[in-house]
């Protein structure tokens, strides 16, 4: 089975901080995947990394795909109170047939 | 022109009784997928459909029975509702194929068994 593991679970941080959540996982997935949810809403795409060692820019936030393709990480610059919400990660295998998530991390950033 | 619709967004019942939720997109994707989403907002797969075709069905109880009637819908029925379903319940589609894999979520359906 795999599984994907996120770190931290929960995070607070003041407006303007920076911060780094992590995805962690044994298996090698064909693409990873970071969403964030906020509250009664279906998550939401933010960007999908397929090659290893990939690292994509959105505006403030910075993704990185690690060289074999196991983890990831989400780096965000001058967070503001807009960044808050539940951040999941999630592996496609078999190309897209199965999408495993993770536990996501909660952050909450305050003004 | 919303992209994944399901309906309803809460659903409020007793136990013991029979169910349905409905989604619906509009993207033309070949893929579309049932998630349960705990209180601990750990998402889970359930079922998988490619063109009406089953291809994922997850260790589910056979009380959860979906049917694809075509590719642009995927409804749930539940029946015997027990209280440990209570949960939110994703739709959501994927265009198999497409080098960028992603999902596109519906809103949910809060399900509250009582």
């Known amino acids: 089975t795999q599984l994907l593991e996120q770190s931290p679970q929960f995070l607070s941080i003041q407006e303007g901080e920076n911060l780094t959540v992590y995805c962690n996982s044994s298996?090698?997935?064909?693409?990873l995947q970071w969403y964030r949810q906020e509250p009664g809403e279906g998550p939401v795409l933010l960007v999908t990394?397929?090659?290893?060692?990939e690292v994509k820019k959105l505006k403030r936030l910075t993704f990185q795909f690690g060289d074999a393709r196991k983890d990831s990480s989400l780096h965000i610059t001058a967070a503001q109170p807009g960044d808050t919400g539940l951040y999941l990660c999630a592996g496609a295998d078999n190309y897209g047939q199965n999408f495993v998530f993770g536990p996501g991390t909660r952050l909450s950033v305050l003004p | 022109d919303t992209a994944v619709s399901q309906t309803p967004k809460y659903l409020v019942t007793q136990m013991g009784n029979d169910k349905s939720i409905k989604c619906e997109q509009n993207l033309g994707h070949d893929t579309m997928y049932w998630y349960k989403q705990d209180s601990k907002k750990f998402l889970k797969i359930m079922f998988s459909?490619?063109?009406?075709?089953?291809?994922i069905n997850e260790t589910v109880p056979n009380r959860f029975s979906p049917k694809s009637p075509d590719k642009a819908h995927l409804n749930l029925h539940i029946n015997s509702l027990e209280l440990g379903d209570s949960a939110v319940y994703f739709c959501?589609?994927?265009?198999?194929?497409?080098?960028?894999?992603?999902?596109?979520f519906g809103s949910g359906t809060q399900l509250s068994v009582l």
């Open positions: 298996s090698v997935f064909s693409s």
């Open positions: 959501a589609s994927s265009p198999l194929g497409d080098s960028l894999e992603k999902l596109f």
């Open positions: 459909y490619n063109n009406k075709e089953l291809i």
């Open positions: 990394v397929v090659t290893g060692g």
